[in-house]
């Protein structure tokens, strides 16, 4: 692994991958180098703390690409059965699982599958946790720490919203049956920066004292934003040290999702026709609803490679995707030439949250899922036809 550099805001890809010209589209495509670059950053926190760290498969899983996260990272945190199996089938490492509510199928289930079962409630923790601790699995419990230090969406992304369904109040914490439990668990944020991951883990060691003198571990969840130009991975170094000085008898365990794969891939897609209503419009062969559902959800806006805002460039346009739906419109962007028929569109940042979470809304094709290596070679890891389709439906 290469010394980590730090990450500044030209760190992020703004040139062209060199990508082959008779690539189909749309794809997703990971781009192992900028990967390698953010598993540097994983791999100093860890050496530098001796924490662990797993990545959490809700925000992204390529398993073509988990041999080369496995010597970096401990392994994998899934939000349910099947990202527990994907992680162990395909990662190997340990797997960790958070889900807000079992059935006592899932949690049998489970027991083969995950090292780490984290329940959301004492009534929870009281059902199930005598079957995990007799099969060998470390029972931990989620609490609601109070800390909101959430970037994106607002409430929409804050596990400690009023009203959250997740994690355990701290006014209930005396309910816990505490000797039963292993880690303790806060997750609290999204997209933060330094001053988040330090601020919550401050939070943690401040109001959480005598629970966390009762466990084993701790785990800070995900959220942290490790690889954001901005982000100071220094700072979230100099917090982990000062909490593990305060309680060296504890494991420490991130679970970043995002923040492992954030600036690390293109969505690619190709310019099906152009018209004029008022505006310029273009359609692509992609769309927000079915294959970027943040850009709708969150809401947010991608860069595309080489465009600008609106009226910025010469050539402004419209750009929509190939559905039914009036709101399938990714944005407004501008480009020095006119779009036309088989233009190439290279969105970034386009890892986290895509491929897991998009649909097949309309019946509309998946991307291909590619890969682009170091040294120029493309490789189609899995590519989505009708049977594909078909299969998802039952
Ligand atoms: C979503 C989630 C993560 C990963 O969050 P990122 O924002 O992708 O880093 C980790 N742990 C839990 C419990 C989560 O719900």
Redesign the pocket.
């Known amino acids: 692994m290469t010394a980590p550099t730090p990450h500044t805001a030209t760190s992020r890809p703004s040139a062209l991958p060199n990508l082959p010209e008779d690539i189909e589209t749309p794809a997703y495509v990971l781009d192992v180098a900028l990967l390698k670059r953010n598993l540097a950053t994983a791999e100093r926190i860890k050496r530098e703390t001796g924490i662990k760290m797993l990545l959490?498969t809700?925000?992204?899983a390529m398993p073509a690409v988990f041999p080369l996260m496995r010597d970096t990272l401990d392994g994998t945190?899934a939000?349910g059965l099947y990202e527990a199996l994907l992680g162990r089938e395909e990662f190997g490492k340990e797997v960790h699982v958070?889900t807000p509510a079992y059935t006592e199928q899932e949690v049998e289930e489970l027991t083969f599958v995950a090292d780490h079962i984290?329940f959301n409630t004492p009534a929870q923790l009281r059902r199930f946790g005598p079957m995990a601790q007799a099969a060998g699995v470390h029972a931990g419990i989620?609490i609601n720490p109070g800390f909101s230090m959430a970037t994106l969406g607002g409430d929409l992304?804050n596990?400690c919203a009023p009203g959250s369904r997740?994690g355990t109040p701290a006014d209930q914490l005396e309910e816990v049956p505490w000797d039963g439990v292993h880690t303790l668990?806060a997750?609290a944020?999204?997209?933060a920066t330094h001053e988040g991951s330090a601020g919550l883990i401050a939070h943690v060691a401040r109001n959480f004292a005598s629970y966390l003198k009762r466990v084993k571990a701790v785990?800070f969840?995900?959220?942290?934003?490790i690889n954001k130009p901005g982000y100071d991975v220094g700072k979230l170094i100099a917090a982990l040290k000062d909490f593990r000085a305060g309680f060296p008898h504890l494991d420490v365990i991130l679970?970043?999702?995002?923040?492992?794969v954030v600036d690390t891939g293109y969505l690619v897609a190709t310019v099906l026709d152009t018209m004029k209503n008022g505006s310029d419009i273009a359609i692509l062969d992609t769309s927000a609803s079915t294959h970027m559902p943040d850009v709708l959800e969150v809401p947010y806006r991608p860069e595309i490679i080489g465009a600008g805002e609106p009226g910025e460039k010469a050539h402004t346009y419209i750009l929509g995707g190939k559905t039914c739906m009036t709101g399938d419109v990714i944005g407004t962007y501008s480009f020095d030439q006119p779009l036309k028929l088989g233009d190439r569109l290279v969105f970034t940042d386009m890892m986290?949250?895509s491929f897991v979470k998009n649909t097949t809304f309309n019946g509309t094709p998946l991307p291909d899922l590619a890969m682009l290596d170091e040294d120029g070679t493309y490789r189609v890891v899995k590519s989505y036809g009708y049977q594909q389709f078909r299969e998802r439906l039952g």
Request: charged share 15%.
């Open positions: 959490a809700k925000a992204w945190t939000s958070y984290y989620r992304y596990p997740f668990h997750h944020l999204c997209e785990n969840g995900g959220g942290h934003f679970e970043p999702g995002a923040g492992l986290q949250y």
